[in-house]
Every structure is written in C-alpha cells, then in structure tokens.
C-alpha cells in the first residue's frame, strides 16, 4: 500500500504541472498559546501550527486527484524541532465508473470518514474530539466508496483502511484491513443525523503462529446531530470506543466515550461567535475522579477579514479560550488563551 | 449540562437581533450567463422602486449557489441546475434551495467569421474539444489548425456543454479556458481558426454561429429544446421566494421582466 500512495503521489505532482485545471491552495497557521497551570504560565509560545501545502489535479471530467503535504513548526507525536513535513493525502476519486449514481470510488491516503473528522474545518482551534481523544486519525491508506444520497437526503461512505492512520507505515502496520461505514442523513434542512461505525485493531492476531497478548480490538461508534438555522448551528456528537485484548486474559475489557457540543452563531460575514464542551470518560467502568476524565470548555470568536469568491474565508483571527478540567480530586484546570491567525491562497496551474 | 444550556441561552439572546427584518436591499450573485438579466431587471425595477436596492455581481454559476448556501445573497444566479454535493451541502446548513427559471438560452457555438463551415454535428463537436479532429479541412474547411476555447470548469455554462456535448470527456490540453461569455466572443471574433461556445445573449455580427445537428440556435428552436444545447436560466433562493424577493422574480418572470430577457438575446420562458 504504500508503494503505491508513493507512486501515485509521484503520479499527481508530475501530471499537476501538465494538467489543464490543476488547483493549487496553501493553508498557514500562525498561531499564539499562552497557557497557565495553577497560577503558573506553563507556555507562551509563537509557532507555525500547520501549514498546508494542496494540489488538485483532475484528469478529464471522471478522474481527480488530492495531494496534500503539511508542514509544522513542532508536533507532539514526534520530536520535530524547528520544522517538520508529513504527507496527509494522496488519493484519486473516481467518479462515474460505477454503477452507483453519484458515487465516488476513492483510493490512497484518503480522508478517516469517521464522526465529523473528514469534514471538520476547526471552527474553533482545538482539533476534532475524533483526532483529540484518538478515536480515528484524519487520514488513512486505503479504498472506498463515498456518495451522496438523491436530493440532498445525505451521503454515505464506506471504506477499508490500514487502521494505524497516515502517520505509521512499514512495520507499524498489522496485517489486518479494517471496515468503516458512515452514513448521514438530512431528511429536512438544518436538521441532519448520522453516525460511524468502525472495527479496527492494532498489533497482528498472531506472532510466530501463537496468539499475540498486545493484539488490541477497538470497536467504535460515532453518533452525530447537527441542527441549523439561520446564522445559528449546533453540532452534536457522542463518540464510543471498547478496547479490547483479546489474548490477554488479565486484560479487562474498557469503554472510552466523548460527548461533544459545538455552537456556532453567525452574527455578520465578519464575525462569529464559537463554543464548545467536551465530555471526555476515559473509562466507563472506572470513576471519573480516578481514570483520568476531564472535560474541555472553549469559548470565542472568529473574524473573517477576507473571503473568497466562493464565500470562504480566506483571512481570518481565531481567538479561543480553552479550559481543560479534569475530574481527579485536588487536579487544577489548564487554562489556554490561543490567538491564531489563518491565511489561504489558491490558484489554478496552467 | 448546566453550562451547555447556559451557553445555548447566550447565543440565542444574540440570535435575536440578526433575525430582525432586513431593509429594502436584495443581494445577487453567481453565474454571468444570467448576469445580463439581473442587471438590467435590477435597473428597472429599481427605477420602479426608489426605496429598494439591489446589487448584482457576477463570478459563476458555482459562486451564486454558494452565495445562497452561506446565506451571503437572496438570490443565487445560475446557468446550470444545483448539483446534488451543493444540494446537499445546503440542506445540512439548513438551506432549501429553490429553483426559480427566469429564462431559456441556448449555448451558441461560435466561429472566426472568415471560417465557412457552417455546421456540425454534436460528435464532430465532441470530437473538435477532445482533440480527434484539429483542423478545419477535416470538416471541409480551410486548411487551419483548429484552436479550441472553453469555458473554465467552474462555470455553469461549461457544466452544461460538458454534459451535453463532452460527455465527462476531458477538453483537450492547451485549450483557452476563459472566465466569461465575452472573453471567448472576444477570443473566438479575433482568432481565426477559432471555436467557441457562449450564451445566446453574447452573440454578435463579429462572429459566425454554427447549425448543430442541422438546427440553428433560435427562440423557436430553444423553447422547444429542439436545439441540442438548450437550457434553463434560474435565479435560486432560500425557500420559495418571500418579500421583496418575490416581488423581484414576479416582476422578471411578467410580460415586462420577459421582454427585458429578451432585449439582453435570451429566450422567455412561456
């Protein structure tokens, strides 16, 4: 598989400069923490949080293509220093070839359509509850098939993936593929429900032809509302994942669960209003005081100062303030102020 | 909970202000094949009505649906129907498109004035913009390397000349793919071995329109989708029109708005 993300990503740079409508869109995140920790300032830091580096090339009407690398100033998954680089996407969608209308046959480094991730567009900092509390990574390898439903009544995907995300590779990879199907369903506008549902593991069944006891099963569920009216929209989401050893009999079966709320109100084109609270359990059977639980307020605001033609902001001030409270006895909160300011320019090569 | 409920109640109390009724102020955008129209319905209308304004901008098809998907203008201009992703879309952010024709058109192939090929068939057509054919002599004109105009992908009237004509086949490499109907009329006028494709209001007498399958693009030939590449022209708005939106569409879709379509080289809808 990742031979032929390689080749293809190979594939989509080299035909992107000899393609008629080849789209071209750079994402940058300038972005100020200032954090405190029981009266003490435990960060006060300027960074390039992300920058995102987008070609587009489509190859006639029926075949199009995404390659998108991001670059970072620093990353807690790895000890980056100064600046780092990792590919995020590198697929094709194939439109038209099956019999399915409306449907799209993707394959590579695709979009997680786990919960709201695929399509979260961080109307407030903080990343997506899927990505923050490591239910599913933003993109993974692998093939599926996505489309919309007739008359605006929703869309589906369902899709096959390594299941480790599209930062592991090599030996980091079991051998096991693993199953995602998401539905959405709009049957009045503003009002959409859907979920996810998705079977993934970790480590191989078997080493050596014995039972592997560091085999883990995750079997999670996404459940999904959003209600809109108006300039004003709600978006709902419960999130679940057990996890399971299956070869390890001392292991007890755990239950994580998320449940998120993310209001938005438009005041003008220029400025809206955000929130957002996260109930993180990090073990269902466990107390809350011992297991680790916290929940995550944030409060704030985003103005556009620039849009597009399309209507999308292309230059905007995000201001968050975000309260991380966890449950343990005697714990003090974490508190942050970020100010990040986000600027997108595109074009069309050729 | 509590503080969910809390905030909830907060921005519903900021809510109420931004619901409060607008003021005599109609925003349009989105496709330029229906630009022409808006303006001048606009214009009248407005002599009509001191106390109303309306701004009219252009910038596609594409650009007028997401204009009423985001809510930024009340009404969406657009030479194509909304595609099910924009539909979609819109129904998720609590938009109900609805389709308002206003016009008929056809898209007119254009030639080099100089150029006596008369007409084509939709194959040939086909064949011209995916590269199969790349001179004139072949469909028994000049000996002239055929140079290829296209609308850019984002605009509705190449979504509707890509359906009908193309078929999802990709336009060939090195065609010109221009942003407006006058950009390729202007093109098309001053390139010899030129073709191109525009609306029928953008037709003129510097250029040579070509019979397709044998039928010429006309207002009898149109309304009756007789011509191949026959279309609707739609206004969209949130919902069926309401206020002084609806008022706006009764006035372009009566006798007077009607001849209006026609004096811009459209075709009225009855």
New interface residues.
């Given amino acids: 598989m990742k031979k032929v993300v390689l080749l293809m990503a190979l594939l989509i740079l080299a035909t992107a400069f000899l393609n008629a409508a080849t789209k071209m869109k750079m994402e940058l995140w300038n972005r100020w923490t200032y954090e405190m920790y029981d009266g003490d300032v435990t960060k006060n830091e300027l960074s390039l949080q992300r920058g995102y580096f987008r070609l587009e090339p489509t190859f006639g009407s029926n075949i199009s293509g995404r390659f998108n690398v991001d670059f970072f100033s620093s990353d807690k998954d790895s000890d980056t220093d100064g600046a780092g680089l990792k590919i995020k996407y590198a697929y094709l969608d194939f439109k038209n070839l099956l019999p399915l209308k409306e449907a799209t046959l993707t394959v590579g480094l695709m979009k997680t359509y786990f919960g709201t991730i695929y399509e979260y567009e961080y109307v407030v900092i903080e990343k997506d509850p899927s990505d923050l509390y490591k239910f599913a990574a933003s993109a993974d390898y692998g093939f599926g098939i996505s489309g919309y439903f007739p008359k605006g009544f929703g869309n589906y995907a369902i899709a096959v993936y390594n299941g480790e995300g599209y930062k592991y590779t090599g030996s980091k990879i079991n051998i096991a593929l693993n199953p995602l199907v998401n539905i959405r369903i709009t049957p009045v506008p503003g009002v959409t429900v859907g979920g996810s549902y998705f079977m993934k593991n970790k480590n191989n069944d078997q080493v050596d032809g014995e039972d592997n006891p560091s085999r883990e099963d995750y079997t999670q569920f996404a459940g999904v509302m959003k209600l809109a009216y108006g300039p004003a929209s709600i978006l709902g989401q419960f999130l679940q994942k057990t996890t399971d050893k299956p070869h390890d009999d001392a292991y007890e079966e755990k239950t994580e669960q998320v449940i998120s709320v993310l209001p938005v109100f438009k005041i003008n084109e220029k400025f809206e209003i955000v929130g957002r609270y996260d109930m993180y359990d990090k073990n269902t059977d466990v107390d809350d005081e011992e297991d680790g639980s916290y929940d995550i307020m944030i409060g704030g605001c985003n103005y556009n100062i620039m849009r597009d033609e399309k209507n999308v902001p292309t230059l905007f001030v995000q201001v968050n303030f975000e309260r991380i409270d966890y449950k343990a006895e005697d714990s003090k909160p974490v508190d942050q102020l970020m100010v990040q300011l986000r600027w997108i320019f595109s074009g069309v090569i050729n | 909970m509590r503080?969910?409920i809390a905030?909830?109640a907060v921005?519903?109390m900021?809510?109420v202000p931004?619901?409060a009724g607008k003021d005599n102020k109609i925003t349009i955008s989105g496709s330029t094949t229906v630009l022409p129209i808006a303006q001048a319905c606009a214009e009248i209308f407005m002599d009509m009505n001191p106390e109303v304004n309306i701004s009219v901008r252009g910038?596609?098809s594409?650009?007028g649906i997401?204009?009423i998907i985001?809510?930024?203008a009340d009404i969406g201009d657009a030479s194509r129907h909304i595609n099910?992703?924009e539909?979609?879309q819109?129904?998720?952010?609590?938009?109900?498109p609805y389709e308002n024709i206003v016009a008929n058109d056809g898209i007119a192939v254009v030639i080099h004035k100089n150029n006596p090929v008369h007409a084509l068939t939709l194959a040939q057509l086909k064949d011209i913009y995916t590269g199969n054919i790349q001179n004139w002599k072949d469909l028994g004109g000049p000996n002239l390397p055929i140079v290829v105009i296209s609308r850019d992908?984002s605009s509705g009237t190449f979504e509707v000349f890509?359906t009908i004509v193309?078929q999802?086949?990709?336009?060939l490499?090195?065609?010109l793919?221009l942003a407006s109907n006058n950009a390729v009329a202007t093109t098309t006028a001053e390139t010899p071995g030129a073709i191109g494709y525009i609306g029928l209001g953008y037709l003129n007498d510097n250029l040579n329109t070509v019979q397709i399958e044998g039928i010429m693009p006309s207002k009898q030939t149109i309304q009756s989708m007789e011509y191949p590449i026959s279309r609707t022209l739609h206004m969209y708005t949130n919902g069926a029109p309401k206020g002084l939106v609806k008022e706006f569409i009764d006035f372009i879709l009566s006798v007077e708005g009607q001849e209006i379509v026609e004096e811009q080289g459209f075709i009225s809808v009855d």
């Fill in positions: 503080r969910i905030l909830i921005l519903t900021v809510a931004v619901f910038g596609g594409s650009v997401a204009a985001a809510g930024t099910t992703k539909l979609n819109a129904r998720e952010n609590g938009v109900n992908v890509n193309l999802n086949e990709k336009v490499d090195g065609s793919m």
